[in-house]
């Protein structure tokens, strides 16, 4: 199948089309979770209760470090608002599970497309020879013994995770700083 006509006059012109659709596909998925996630009450109320309690614990925290006064006591309430915190977190991220399935379709969706777009062709030149796996990922689907040759699938995955990230941040939408816990915590060491 031929490549979209838009920047075909340009030396470039299958590296620069990958990155302009993981551009869009970024919007779009950032669009799609605003619209489920990002602009409804729930999502907005736990935010702000997880941007309280880590700031409550950070002052907790400092301020134990500094006053030995009532030990006991003052790790009773840190443990407290750290519990608060993690199961805050951790209804977070099960409230933005519901977005993540759509999201994951409209990827696979334009994955699907982008690869067989790009089956079999070299998309771009990498400046350094890969090890192992990273030179798996990079030429995976391409023919020949060049390992600087990228494939679709790599460049379309590095754009990807660098440019949904940055727009994420960019839009406002970056997890609020105390939510890093997600679905799966670490274990606490307190409780082995």
Known sequence: MATPQLFSSF???DSLTVLSISFCTAIVCEAISWLLIYRTTSYKS???SIDKAAKKLETMKTDSSSAKLAKKSKTKKI???E???KESSRDLSLFKFKSGAVVAL???VVFGLLN???EGKVVGKLPFRPFGIVMKMSHRGLQGDDPTDCSMAFLYFLCSISIRTNLQKFLGFAPPRGASAGLFPMPD???N
Do not use: C, E, N
């Open 11 to 13: 030396k470039y012109s």
């Open 46 to 48: 736990l935010r702000s």
């Open 79 to 81: 443990d407290r608002v």
């Open 83 to 85: 519990s608060s915190l």
């Open 106 to 108: 409209v990827l696979f």
């Open 116 to 118: 067989s777009l790009f």
């Open 189 to 191: 060491p307190k409780t």
